[in-house]
């Protein structure tokens, strides 16, 4: 209606102004959206990163790929001022997450695996109450439609599917045009088909100039939507650069394995 056409009206006019304030500051000169060297991270005596670095380019799409438990989430939460680190240098969009968590709160947006809310919240009252922790949130609207919520709307949180769950905290983490949004096991509760769609308005995030991290422990994921990719095991970074690079280092031979319920003779196979 007029009163949501005028809502938008007013948050484009603000993003305007923020993105030229931006500009001012230099902020948009900044090659690095996540700069990490040497970072580490202990509970105790037990090391859960050693020496890890990397850096994330602004307006790329990065992936940050591992088996479960390899840390992933750990970096995440240190990148977002979530967890705090025991060593090295962390900036993200130019700040310490550390010392200016509530700065950079504003900037960001985050989806964590296996996030919840109260079971009997609406999809619309969610939107309403993350809209109201910024001071420019965007309308629920687009969000609801670009992320296929618009019939769920007055829909309770219990009521709804796991992909639908999934499609709402990412609309929730989008709520405050974020100029970084960490999005962690996206696809993980997704059929096929919600997958692929998921990946095109992922895609959609970042041609909107939003810088997404992408946390996944799917190698397809990351080389479908990856402009680069950091492969993590067991706190080290083990690997670093294009899907394509990585698949030159790691060889370029296929194989293929089958079964038959016959018994197989070699010379069935065409060179």
């Known amino acids: 209606g007029r009163t949501e056409q005028r809502r938008l009206s007013d948050w484009e006019q603000n993003d305007q102004c923020r993105t030229a304030s931006r500009t001012c500051r230099g902020e948009e000169k900044m090659v690095h959206a996540i700069k990490i060297e040497g970072m580490t991270k202990r509970y105790g005596n037990v090391v859960a990163f050693d020496d890890v670095s990397f850096s994330v380019g602004r307006g790329e799409i990065f992936g940050i790929v591992g088996p479960n438990g390899a840390g992933k989430s750990t970096v995440?939460?240190?990148?977002?001022?979530?967890?705090?680190?025991?060593?090295?240098?962390?900036?993200?969009?130019?700040?310490?997450?550390?010392?200016?968590?509530?700065?950079?709160?504003?900037?960001?947006?985050?989806?964590?695996?296996?996030?919840?809310?109260?079971?009997?919240?609406?999809?619309?009252?969610?939107?309403?109450?993350?809209?109201?922790?910024?001071?420019?949130p965007r309308p629920a609207e687009p969000l609801l439609e670009q992320w296929g919520l618009t019939d769920k709307r007055r829909s309770e949180f219990r009521q709804l599917s796991g992909g639908q769950k999934q499609r709402l905290f990412i609309a929730l983490a989008l709520i405050n045009n974020p100029e970084l949004v960490f999005l962690d096991e996206l696809t993980s509760s997704l059929d096929p088909q919600a997958r692929r769609l998921s990946w095109g308005l992922v895609r959609q995030v970042r041609d909107a100039g939003t810088t997404v991290v992408l946390v996944?422990?799917?190698?397809?994921?990351?080389e479908r939507l990856c402009d680069r990719v950091a492969v993590i095991d067991r706190g080290r970074l083990v690997a670093f650069g294009s899907p394509d690079e990585l698949t030159r280092i790691g060889g370029t031979g296929q194989r293929v394995r089958f079964s038959t319920n016959a018994r197989f003779r070699r010379e069935m196979l065409i060179d």
Request: charged share 30%.
């Open 76 to 136: 995440v939460g240190i990148a977002a001022g979530l967890r705090n680190r025991s060593g090295g240098s962390v900036q993200v969009l130019g700040l310490d997450p550390q010392r200016a968590g509530r700065r950079l709160r504003e900037r960001i947006g985050i989806q964590l695996d296996e996030a919840e809310l109260q079971d009997r919240l609406r999809v619309d009252e969610a939107l309403a109450l993350y809209a109201a922790l910024y001071a420019n």
């Open 216 to 222: 996944t422990h799917s190698m397809e994921e990351a």
